[in-house]
């Protein structure tokens, strides 16, 4: 796994590249294979900075959770999730994240108006 006491904010496409060998070996029981890890990397680097490694890490997971191993697919590569399995796992999870932060927004409102100075009263 990547290091084990760096924030998930601080991730990067090599910290995920990491991630995604050791969560399939764990997942899938054999060795991660990728075709191309420029691609790879490029296409991790772009989601990193378009959504933010908590939504990446979220998303691979999700990825690993659904996909099924099969006699011809026997493993799963983030090529595979970022081609072909993006549209359908990662609506969900920006839609929870924008609930999460909405909510967040919603008790810091309510916790700065309940703050009233009683000496501005009188």
Excluded at 56 to 69: L, N, Y
Excluded at 80 to 105: C, I, N, V, W
């Amino acid at each position: 796994m990547p290091e084990i006491n760096k924030p998930i904010e601080k991730w990067t496409a090599r910290d995920f590249i990491v991630y995604l060998h050791d969560r399939h070996l764990e997942v899938y029981g054999i060795k991660y294979v990728a075709n191309n890890r420029g691609m790879e990397a490029r296409n991790l680097k772009t989601m990193i900075d378009e959504y933010g490694a908590a939504i990446v890490r979220d998303f691979i997971d999700a990825c690993f959770a659904s996909k099924k191993p099969t006699a011809q697919w026997p493993g799963c590569n983030f090529g595979f999730m970022f081609s072909y399995m993006r549209d359908r796992h990662l609506p969900p999870l920006l839609a929870k994240q924008k609930t999460a932060k909405q909510t967040e927004e919603d008790e810091q409102r309510a916790a700065a108006q309940s703050q009233i100075n009683y000496g501005e009263l009188f």
